[in-house]
């Protein structure tokens, strides 16, 4: 009774925590409305005294006297830096999400198993959070000494937010130190919720700090709360609060959680195959498909807020949407296309291999080869050009830029179809894993396989559909079917697991899974998995980068600098791949310093 009394209590505590937070976020909205008038009386006043953004010169900008590094300039370090800081930051901010959730797992389903995995995810996460706030301030100082008059602009106009960034910070350092030391002494009892607060508090800092950072990027790509001198206006909401602040957060919510899984993928595989015992084994083919379940989840639905991140850019300049989509940087859409198909058939080969841990209990192991059939084919549809990079007797000779017959598999429609079939048939894939080793026995589960069975049809009936029919329309109303689509992949997925959850609970097992019998090459899987997210990260990062063109901040201040060019594919790739291949060797390092740790734990090592 006591014990359900205190955790009645710190749930309670955590909720009004949450109200209060809630209520200082609309007391702001409120004072900033109450003030608007008030703003509006002095905006003549204050554009009058406020300075506009600076105009530029080619000697407003540091030289870069480095001989001994060749072809390193001021861009590149910038590049280089802000690109590894945003690996790790994409980590650390998405491993204490799912950690919080698997301790709260543990805690109510009081299986030690969760609790053990949960603090040794944030142990190799306090590594990369030292190496995100060093990166950090190597970032910061290299703006201001090779761009001094961009980041003073800026850091003028963000100085509530900044100051608002430093306190945040803290506040997550002190969360982070007592969630993780504080790990042993509060495990029990009621001390136990009070442990789950600092996490979320934790959570809640290191969200904010994520959306503070990306105001900085959206107003760099589409400003706004200033005039088109680049003047402050005086309201730092509006500044903040751009046109494409909300689908960037979204978006990188989804992928940081979906990045740490793939990453602690990886952790748990390396785990696996430097293993010298079987229980060792055991638990990281059980941690490693924990990872995979979290980077599925963030998979599936990250492609939607990408779609609603391009619609906002194209909704606030139509010239920033063609160069995306429709100019220099359309074929490099190819290789995120190969990428993505590299992400899905990575996730559903590893669940399709975890379906051996069940052994006789594996009834579903004949539907892999036609799981795998529907995913080529979509995948082939999804990275199939629709503009062919030939020469002039290449063109002359299939009679225009487009080939006659896979140029009709190159617009959206049939884009939008073969992705949305992709995640419906990796939502597939992994119900069946649910399923595998049980049998149900509810008594209505043939009909419940039967309307798993209409839904999916129904499902991927409306899909294909709405994607022919785009063929007949204009291209304004093609594009207003990827709303239904999304909206019938989503409410297959949701309907679909409530199903498959209701007709197998309490089901009878017929298969318990063997863990750590998983073949070797299963690991190459989450190493595929990690690697192609980076890189992927890194692609578009040079995309969102690079759509600016030859402006710091677009139409606000111009770039002048002698490296004011945008890269082209080949030389970007071979950046970000040089990047990709320097994060990855420092996450191996993180590997190796956890390792040690663990073998003098074991008492093996130091």
């Not at 039967?450 to 499902?459: Q, T």
């Not at 309907?495 to 063997?514: C, D, F, K, L, T």
């Not at 606000?556 to 990855?584: C, K, N, Q, W």
């Amino acid at each position: 009774m006591r014990r359900s009394k205190s955790k009645l209590f710190s749930a309670t505590a955590v909720f009004f925590l949450l109200i209060a937070f809630a209520v200082c976020c609309l007391a702001t909205a409120a004072h900033t409305e109450t003030t608007a008038d008030a703003a509006l009386t002095a905006k003549a006043g204050h554009i009058a005294t406020a300075s506009p953004a600076p105009k530029l010169t080619a000697d407003s900008y540091p030289s870069l006297s480095l001989p001994v590094i060749g072809k390193l300039n001021s861009r590149l370090v910038i590049w280089i830096t802000a690109q590894l800081h945003l690996f790790f930051a994409a980590f650390v901010l998405g491993v204490p999400v799912f950690v919080l959730i698997i301790e709260m797992v543990g805690v109510l389903t009081r299986d030690p198993r969760y609790d053990i995995l949960a603090k040794e995810l944030m142990t190799i996460s306090m590594t990369a959070f030292s190496f995100t706030a060093t990166l950090g301030g190597i970032l910061l100082f290299s703006l201001i000494i090779f761009y001094p008059d961009f980041t003073k602009y800026s850091l003028n106009i963000f100085k509530p937010a900044m100051m608002a960034y430093a306190v945040l910070f803290l506040a997550e350092s002190v969360f982070l130190y007592v969630y993780y030391y504080g790990w042993g002494a509060m495990s029990r009892g009621n001390l136990k919720w009070i442990h789950l607060t600092f996490g979320l508090l934790l959570n809640v800092a290191g969200t904010s700090l994520m959306v503070l950072a990306n105001s900085w990027s959206t107003f760099m790509m589409a400003p706004t709360g200033v005039s088109a001198e680049g003047v402050f206006l005086g309201n730092i909401w509006d500044v903040i609060h751009g046109p494409l602040w909300n689908p960037l957060n979204l978006h990188r919510f989804i992928a940081n959680v979906a990045y740490g899984g793939s990453i602690v993928g990886a952790y748990a595989g390396y785990r696996f195959l430097t293993s010298v015992s079987f229980s060792q084994r055991a638990h990281y083919d059980w941690m490693g498909h924990k990872a995979n379940m979290i980077a599925m989840i963030g998979l599936i639905p990250l492609p939607f807020a990408g779609y609603w991140m391009t619609k906002e850019i194209y909704a606030y300049s139509q010239q920033l949407g063609i160069t995306l989509m429709g100019g220099i940087f359309a074929w490099l859409f190819i290789i995120q296309a190969l990428l993505i198909g590299a992400l899905f058939l990575s996730a559903n080969y590893y669940l399709w291999m975890g379906m051996g841990r069940f052994g006789e209990g594996n009834q579903y192991r004949r539907a892999v080869k036609y799981l795998s059939l529907l995913l080529t084919v979509c995948f082939l549809i999804w990275f199939t050009p629709h503009t062919l990079v030939m020469t002039g007797s290449e063109i002359k000779a299939i009679g225009g830029p487009h080939h006659p017959v896979l140029g009709y598999l190159g617009v959206m429609s049939a884009k939008n179809t073969a992705v949305n079939i992709m995640i419906l048939t990796t939502f597939l894939s992994f119900l069946l894993y649910r399923r595998t080793g049980k049998k149900p026995v509810v008594p209505w589960a043939q009909a419940g396989n039967c309307m798993l069975v209409a839904l999916f049809l129904a499902g991927a009936g409306n899909i294909i559909f709405l994607g022919v029919y785009g063929y007949f329309v204009s291209a304004a109303v093609r594009i207003g079917f990827s709303i239904p689509q999304v909206v019938t992949t989503l409410s297959v997925i949701l309907i679909g697991s409530v199903i498959n959850e209701m007709m197998y609970r309490g089901s009878h097992i017929v298969g318990a899974p063997n863990w750590g019998r998983m073949p070797v090459r299963s690991q190459y899987a989450l190493f595929l998995l990690a690697v192609s997210f980076t890189w992927l990260m890194g692609l578009m990062g040079y995309v969102r980068s690079g759509i600016r063109q030859h402006w710091h901040i677009y139409t606000i201040m111009r770039d002048y600098s002698s490296e004011a060019y945008t890269p082209t594919l080949g030389h970007a790739a071979a950046i970000i791949t040089g990047i990709t291949l320097v994060f990855l060797a420092m996450v191996v390092f993180i590997f190796w310093v956890d390792d040690l740790r663990q073998k003098k734990d074991d008492g093996k090592g130091l």
